[in-house]
Nanobody, 127 residues
């Protein structure tokens, strides 16, 4: 079992930055690939970013590429999502997820590949 707890959400203005954190506990964090998803009001959950277990590979949704950066600190059992140049359309609940095996990067955006999820943290971006 892996327990995930997100933090760092809040209310910001368009153009601001925010860093989300996801603290993991339970089984060895280094064995898991990690991802961030988000769900806006009235919309389906969507992929944001993912990072391999080694930290050597990352993948981003086109909508956040160049603005968001995912990273991990295995010593702290934590994965981060640095969000810059935030837009009102980034408003959503952001979820952290862990996967024991993501496989090809083609599948990294597929939520069913992630077996563990946090409860989410709300990010609100005002215009």
């Amino acid at each position: 079992q892996v327990q995930l707890v997100e933090s760092g959400g809040g209310l910001v203005q368009a153009g601001d930055s925010l860093r989300l954190s996801c603290a993991a506990s339970g089984r060895s964090f280094v064995n898991y690939a990690m991802g961030w998803f988000r769900q806006a009001p009235g919309k389906e959950r969507e992929f944001v970013a993912a990072i391999s277990w080694s930290g050597g590979s990352t993948k981003y949704a086109d909508s956040v590429k160049g603005r968001f950066t995912i990273s991990r600190d295995d010593a702290k059992n934590t994965v981060y999502l640095q969000m810059n140049s935030l837009k009102p359309e980034d408003t959503a609940v952001y979820y952290c997820a862990a996967s024991a095996f993501l496989g090809s990067t083609y599948y990294w955006s597929d939520a069913v590949r992630y077996g563990y999820w946090g409860k989410g943290t709300l990010v609100t971006v005002s215009s």
